[in-house]
């Protein structure tokens, strides 16, 4: 636990889980530039590339600005991981905006893929809470917009598993065959080092060592690895394969309304929580476009159908006031808030951290 980011998460979440009684009204901005140099006069193309993850190019979760912009052409490329997506941004993609997830901030900041976002011209900025808003900030400058936020923790079968008390069930021989893991790096250190009491910004060699041991030994328990939550997991979970399985919550309510017999843990470690971020390229000749975009992905229809079609929170906090069924009050954990008060929130580390850790990743995956 990162008391520094607990203490920021909770002014969210006093917010959030409690059915956000009130947002942030911060207005104004930063320069759209992220130099002193003058923008080009010449017409803007009518066009954008997003560089996103599999499902959000479904129109639901774009729909407003499809109905202002019938006449933009939007092409969609994908990652699957955010090293994915911070290595198609650093290769050259073409995208004018990108999607990835909290902890992924600065790489995008010093290797100057990114513009500043000004927020003066988003119609739709008074409704995000101002802690949402310092996610996406770096030395207090906007340089991403936060949209799409949840929890991760263990997804189990209450029919084959009694109640989950920690991470380490992930290790657990008794349901070899029967559990499913993220295919990712950072996520399983993230796992162990919760599971060990260790900070996962400060790891060793050795226990980095210790941990890919670890991960190489758990892999005949896995049914497989899953990359895609609603293509690869819930089937999986909602036809009884997978037993044990590391899931955002997305997943559970969809089971859950299902009535599929499931729950969703509070390990004693801590849940994790994660926060989406979209950034305009420092390369985009559709800047102003752009802002539009993200200032839609906003709109009150586009962030409910995150809620109702993805399950998974939206930054526009007047829209997660509006929340009133069940499913989705317990899949966020709204009439709970001492969940949130033991959540590990994701903290930004080093290039070199990662690196390590996705080195790591393709060793056990090559076992």
């Known amino acids: 636990m990162r008391v520094s980011a607990l203490t920021r998460f909770l002014g969210l979440s006093m917010a959030l889980g409690l059915i956000l009684a009130a947002c942030g009204t911060q207005g104004g901005g930063s320069p759209g530039a992220s130099s002193g140099g003058v923008e080009s006069q010449a017409p803007e193309p009518n066009e954008l590339a ?26 969609f490329e994908f990652g699957d991981t955010d090293a994915n997506i911070l290595a198609l941004m650093q290769g050259g993609s073409q995208a004018d905006v990108f999607h990835f997830y909290t902890g992924w901030q600065q790489f995008y900041v010093d290797a100057g893929l990114v513009r500043e976002i000004d927020t003066s011209k988003l119609s739709n900025w008074d409704a995000v809470p101002d802690a949402y808003k310092e996610l996406g900030q770096i030395d207090g400058k906007q340089y991403f917009l936060p949209w799409d936020w949840g929890f991760t923790s263990i997804l189990y079968n209450t029919e ?13 021989p008794a349901y070899e065959g029967h559990v499913s893991m993220w295919n990712d790096g950072p996520a399983a250190v993230a796992v ?23 991960w190489i030994a758990q892999k ?6 899953w990359s895609g939550e609603y293509t690869d997991l819930c089937p999986a979970v909602q036809d009884g394969t997978v037993w044990v399985a590391y899931a955002w919550q997305g997943c559970y309510a969809t089971a859950l309304a299902a009535g599929d017999p499931v729950a969703y843990a509070t390990p ?14 420092a390369d985009t000749d559709s800047y102003e476009l752009a802002l539009e975009f ?23 906090g007047d829209v997660m006031a509006a929340i009133d069924d069940p499913v989705l ?20 580390v080093t290039e070199e951290q990662r690196t390590a850790w996705t080195a790591m990743w393709e060793r056990v995956q090559a076992e």
């Open 220 to 225: 005949p328990l896995n049914a497989f690895y």
């Open 160 to 172: 084959h598993v009694p109640e989950v008390t920690s991470w380490d069930v992930l290790m657990d």
């Open 192 to 214: 162990s080092s919760y599971i060990n009491g260790w900070d996962e910004t400060n790891l060793t060699d050795e226990q980095l060592a210790e941990i890919e041991a670890d």
């Open 294 to 316: 993200l200032d839609m992905k906003l709109a009150e229809t586009t962030c409910a159908n995150a809620v109702s079609l993805f399950y998974y929170g939206c930054a526009n």
């Open 268 to 281: 004693e470690e801590g849940r994790n929580s994660w926060f989406g971020l979209y950034g305009i390229s």
């Open 329 to 348: 009050i317990e899949a966020f954990a709204i009439n709970d808030p001492s969940i949130l008060e033991s959540t590990n929130f994701t903290p930004l």
């Open 50 to 75: 997003i560089l996103e993850w599999s499902g959000y190019e479904a129109e639901d979760f774009w729909t407003d600005f499809a109905q202002a912009h019938p006449d933009t052409e939007v092409t």
